[in-house]
């Protein structure tokens, strides 16, 4: 009468709508039956046996990762950045050291490839004027010295001290 009814029920409904959760059961109760007896499930054996190769599969597979590294949050990448704009003669690797001492992870190839994408230079000329380009905007009010001693023929010395202005120095014309 049971497997009438069965019959019955598997006619006027069409294909069951199975959440996992009892797809798992099913797989792991129909483990428990000898197998004669499996076909008194509703779905095939070969479905069973699916649905148990999945559930061992997932029990021993562990979720997977993306390769690499793992990203740099926001608040980090913005520290290094901002530790290269107010400390424009700090390299990569200074700032790497200074993110340990706080206990931030970071690798010197990541904060190198973080201010090349933000357009920050090497250490030397991420800050303001070099020191060249800084002598030539204060040459007008820049003044050097010198002191030497010229011997004479008369055997007298005489002492030298003379004042230049770094504008004129090494032109011709006046600026």
Known sequence: ???????????????????PVDRVFSAAASRLLPRRRRSAFFVAPETLLSWHRRLVARRWTYPARAPGRPPIG????????????ENPRWGYRRIVGELAG??????????????VEAGLGPAGERGGLSWRDFIRHQAKSMIACGFFTVDTISLRRIYVLFFIEISTRGSTSPA
Request: hydrophobic fraction near 50%; charged fraction near 25%.
């Open 74 to 85: 926001p608040e980090i990448r913005a520290l290094i950045l901002r530790m290269a704009r």
């Open 1 to 19: 009468m049971l497997r009438h009814e069965l019959a019955v029920l598997r006619r006027q409904v069409g294909r069951p709508a199975l959440k």
């Open 102 to 115: 706080p206990g931030i992870s970071v690798s010197a190839t990541t904060v190198r490839k973080l201010l």
